[in-house]
């Protein structure tokens, strides 16, 4: 009754804070005019340099996209085997890997990557990628057009030891680690390993050299799982572009992530169904994200109590009555909904049990709802993704959000709501250091949790929180970590 309304008259912030153009068709994708009036506004502002980069960017897509008379030339370039200087258009091509919140946040790194230099962003989106989410670039396509293109399968094609790949190029001297390489000696693709275990193996991608060399090709091809956007500020050369885009560091994933992913029309409607059914009027909604990751199986019962000893402690959920006094009569007039996000339903089914059989101490109303139980991750399947998204969405809308140490799905929900989350610490590192079940967060941003060893500034390994001060280890992944404050 509160937030809704609060946001539904028309003067709410459609096109959030300018990070939106408003040339796109409203009823292509309704989510893109919707979703403010369920999200808090940005605790962000946008900068001014921002909505102008982003405007820029859409007008150099729309030039060399899909379609345009720049795109045939660059195939027919690409199909030349050699790179050229001066080319109008760049491109990068996005390739995906994992779930959906690692493709997420390599997508907003690949995309980042694009606008600091100058190229065009292309996504390998194969079938459940479609009808996930809108096109976020007016009057052009961001999918790579499958047919046309003369590479296919890209993803399959590149690996580590592929001869397109950057490193192998070096280790084969077939470029020479020198800056005054002319464009013509160059292939005209080069493939961009920077899945992140990779970089501590290679550490060439993040070094200036490298990335002058890189900028020559016309095409390149990246695969990554994780967020390499935060490894940009280590290299001096973007850092004062980046600056100007991003005065506020932690807002990088927030508001490029909420320019790049409007959920698709099929999404969108299990979000606003859900969120008018169950959600709409609850005065306070806590979004509470249980992710069990496979290699590290722990018993329910301990999991379950962590989530506990969580709440407890950070006065997360409503605290039960166990007085045994017969108080049926609410005290307070306040509803609080409760959004459980897991692959599995038993801590939904135990959490809902709580309410059910017990009053709460402030006698508020508890409402416990979870959307799916999908049992297993089916990363392939269109349908899977699209309740995924539309999950990691309603934890975005939650006012309190409780997420697991390391989850990239998490990342995505408490990057886009801007709101610090409180962060489950994975119970195996708790049994090696003791301390708090969960901590809040200090930043919104993502973990990047393998950062690159910057080896290439001296012969010695440097740490790169030594760099910046606004880059820290991760609260929920030390001490390898690295993440924007
Ligand atoms: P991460 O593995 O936690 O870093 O997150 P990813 O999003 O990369 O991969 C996990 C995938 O498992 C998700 O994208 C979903 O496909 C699925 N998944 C995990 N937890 C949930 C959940 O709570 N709800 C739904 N619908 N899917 C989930």
Redesign the pocket.
Known sequence: KTSYLKHTDKHHDRLLGGLLSPDMDEQYCLSRYKSSMFRKPSPFSVSPYLVEKLRKYEELHKKCGPNSKFFKQAIDQLNSGQSVDNAECKYIIWTQI??????MLSLVSTFLYALLTNRVLLAELTPEMKDVFCEPFPGSSWQLPFDEFPIKLLLLKYREDSPESYTVMLKNKNITDSSNITHESLPSLVFFNAVAFNWRMENHLFCEKDQKILQKFNWMVVKSDGYYAAAFFLLPMYRNELRRLFPIKESVFHHLGRYLFQPANPVWNIIERFYQTHLINSDEKVGL???L?REEPIPFEDVYNHIMACSEKENLLPKLDHSNHDNSTPIVDKRTSILV???SSEFYERIKAMYYEKSTVSGEMVAVYQ??H?RE???QAKF??Q??LA?MILLSYCDKIIT?A?????Y?AHGLSGSKPWVLRTLNRLMKEPGPACVRSMSVEPCLHSPPILECKANVSIDPTEVEPYLRQCDDAPPMGLKLY
């Open positions: 994992n779930g959906l919140g690692n493709r994200q249980i992710r990751f996000l897991s692959l959307p799916t999908e991750q089916d990363s899977h993704n309740k995924a999950e697991t390391t989850s990239t799905f998490g995505v």
